[in-house]
């Protein structure tokens, strides 16, 4: 049997990373993203996320459960808590992915195994993956939609002042969608790119 293809979509902030996994699903990937497990983790019915709530403390709940924003307010204000609460996370992500991805290659139901995970390279995770994806946008553009989702400019400069830049993601990926046009551009490219990926999948 052959193995499932392991797929990275990764680039900075407000990019189009979910979008571009969104197609991959339709098109008869299984998906997977970082920082939705990430949140799931955080829950505190388990471990991890009781562990992140007794380093931070309980000005991070909201209504008795972890607030995401609450605790990214805390912790990019502060690189030293910043750091910690990556230590907690990422392996515990990292070892999440590895579970589905054996679980979706038990199925053999799946053309591909996509995984949007925005921090790739800065976790040296590249490796994991048989081809990695990033999706590139003008910064304008970027920083447009991150506001339009009710966040701030100061707030997007400080996430991506934690990140590569997206131009040297892209310079270190296999494939590059640029997306600065309509979904239904970015769908075609993504269309493209799946039929790549899946024949490449036997060489």
């Known amino acids: 049997m052959l193995a499932l293809k392991k797929i990275a979509i990764t680039g900075g ?8 996994c969104q197609f991959f699903r339709e098109l008869g990937a299984y998906v997977v993203s970082a920082d939705a497990l990430a949140h799931g983790l955080l829950s505190l019915e388990n471990s991890l996320g009781q562990q992140v709530l007794n ?12 607030d995401r924003r609450l605790l990214a307010a805390k ?7 910043l750091e910690a609460l990556e230590k907690l996370l990422h392996p515990a992500v990292l070892q999440k992915i590895e ?25 040296h995770s590249e490796d994991a993956y ?9 910064e304008s553009l970027a920083k447009k939609r991150f506001c339009q989702a009710g966040h701030s400019e100061d707030e997007y400069e400080k996430r991506m002042n934690r990140q590569w830049s997206p131009e040297e993601k892209a310079k270190r990926a296999n494939y590059t969608l640029i997306n600065n046009g309509s979904l239904a551009k970015l769908r075609q490219e993504v269309v493209k790119l799946n039929s790549i990926l899946k024949e490449n999948q036997f060489s």
Do not use: W
């Open 130 to 138: 048989d081809a990695v994806v990033a999706v590139l946008t003008d």
């Open 99 to 123: 579970e589905l991805y054996e679980q979706a290659k038990l199925q053999q139901a799946y053309t591909l195994f996509v995984v949007e995970i925005p921090l790739l390279y800065e976790i």
């Open 55 to 66: 380093h931070f403390g309980p000005q991070i709940l909201q209504h008795g459960k972890i």
């Open 75 to 81: 912790v990019f204000k502060n690189p030293s808590l």
């Open 13 to 20: 902030i407000a990019s189009g990373k979910s979008s571009v």
